[in-house]
């Protein structure tokens, strides 16, 4: 029997991790890759009026905005670069296909680690 009383990370809780960091690179590069489109159509709005604004005052508010749009859209940029090749690798078809087994190996990891870690009952074969 395994003793539970040390604190020790079992394989499934390592898996779990694994798996978990998978799914936050997909999550912030979407998100990012999302945000950097939205940053680009908002350069059209941004450029319309600073052509069409009416004083200088209003040209630098919009200048601000537009300084501030390209700082937000290269902070988001950044994240897909960084997201991107763990992304890109498990979007092929066989490591997706790999990544879909450890799925399926942390469930029955979980299961096995129960029965270890959990109340064990006897039942006699013969009565």
């Known amino acids: 029997m395994i003793d539970t009383t040390e604190k020790i990370r079992t ?3 390592q898996l779990e991790e694994f ?3 998978i799914d936050q690179c997909y999550t912030d590069h979407q998100y990012a890759y999302e945000a950097v489109n939205e940053e680009d159509k908002r350069l059209q709005d941004l ?3 600073i052509e069409f604004a009416s004083d200088k005052a209003e040209r630098n508010r919009v ?3 537009l300084q501030n749009s390209r700082k937000e859209r290269r902070r988001n940029k950044d994240i897909v670069k960084l997201n991107e090749q763990v992304v890109k690798f498990f979007d ?3 490591h997706r296909d790999t990544l879909n087994k450890m799925r399926q190996l942390l469930g029955r990891q979980r299961k096995e680690e129960e029965y270890l870690f959990g ?3 006897y ?3 013969v009565k």
Request: aromatic letters at 4%.
């Open 123 to 125: 039942k006699p074969r």
């Open 11 to 13: 394989p499934a809780q």
């Open 47 to 49: 450029v319309h009026e």
């Open 92 to 94: 092929e078809k066989g």
């Open 119 to 121: 109340e064990r009952v």
């Open 19 to 21: 798996l978990s960091f």
């Open 63 to 65: 200048a601000t905005k």
